[in-house]
């Protein structure tokens, strides 16, 4: 069975060529898109093609990581019969060793994504340990699937999965977590597989903008919180307003609730979750979710209550303090059960 490399390349240096010289002595055929690195690396670039039988992609502007891996995997889609591909960075972080290896778990698996997962130590960059740890931690909370290296850019799989991949959003660094997202949500497998954890002067030359690509990966988790607040925002504010006109705290979190858990219903559904692309509501979704409300609204009247008659806090104040508190189970609830999918993604 043939089998490819792809590699994304910003602004490589010339250790580039050396890796693919080395991926090509051992059959394994690569593909290289360039990324928009910019002129000063057009001899870098034209140096690999004399070297080398890679096929060499250009973008002239720099468009993202994730536009490049999907690139390169249109290029490769084209390609008859069956292969394996890896996707492997171009920062020399990656051993040849690792990728022969994955490669070959790769091409004995149907319709599974491979991925090479590093351990970190004490020993890594911080900013990379605190990353791992923080990515892992948000995709667990978003899927209830646990993976160890949400962020390793090494992942074998077969053409057969092109096509999914190609229709995967992003095109920057969180087109490889929405990768993983997805497959979580679709139940389509995934396999680890420790590999050498290697890091070149401190990972100095990552191309990862710490805030702008942090915000699209964590996109799900923001979403969630925004959604949250603005609901949270028309509850208190019909609460309040019925709190001053009737003075019965259990009617106006009853009224106000009953009006602000349809809205956030209606936008977890479609702009959270993606579970509305059909226009349609399912009879056990929104029952579900009623269930849940219904749960969420008991806990919610005597855990104010509580709080109320315990300490003697102002009821609009109580009522900050118990959304928060109910604030993660909500989530939880709603991913897991209510709008989860049929299938369960599995990490074999």
Known sequence: MRRFALIPAYKPNENLIYFVQSLEKRGIEVVVVDDGSGEEYLPLFSQLGKNSNAKIIRFYINQGKGAALKEGLSYLNNIEGDFAVITLDADGQHSLQDAIYLL?????????????????????????RIGNYITKKVFYF???????????????????????????????????MNMLLEFAKEGIKMKEYPIETIYI????????????DSIRIYSQIIKFCTSSLLSFGIDFLIYSISLIMSGSILFSNAFARIISLHFNFFINKKFVFEDGKSG????????SYLGLAAFIFVM???ILRGIV???HINAIIAKILTEVILFTLSYLVQKKLVFSREKVAQIV
């Not at 778990?105 to 900013?127: F, H, M, N, W």
């Not at 401190?202 to 702008?212: A, L, M, R």
Request: aromatic content about 8%.
């Open 104 to 128: 070959e778990k790769a091409a004995t698996s149907e319709d599974v994504l491979i991925l090479g997962s590093r351990e970190q130590s004490k020993d890594s960059p911080l900013r990379s």
């Open 142 to 176: 978003s899927t209830g699937v646990d993976i160890e290296d949400t962020q390793t850019g090494m992942r074998a799989f077969k053409k057969s999965l092109i096509p999914k991949l190609l229709e995967i959003k992003g095109e920057r660094y969180e087109y490889e």
């Open 201 to 212: 002067n401190d990972n100095e030359e990552s191309h990862f903008d710490t805030v702008k």
């Open 280 to 287: 349609k509501t399912s009879s056990k979704e929104y029952f």
């Open 300 to 302: 919610n009247t005597l």
């Open 309 to 311: 008659e315990t300490f």
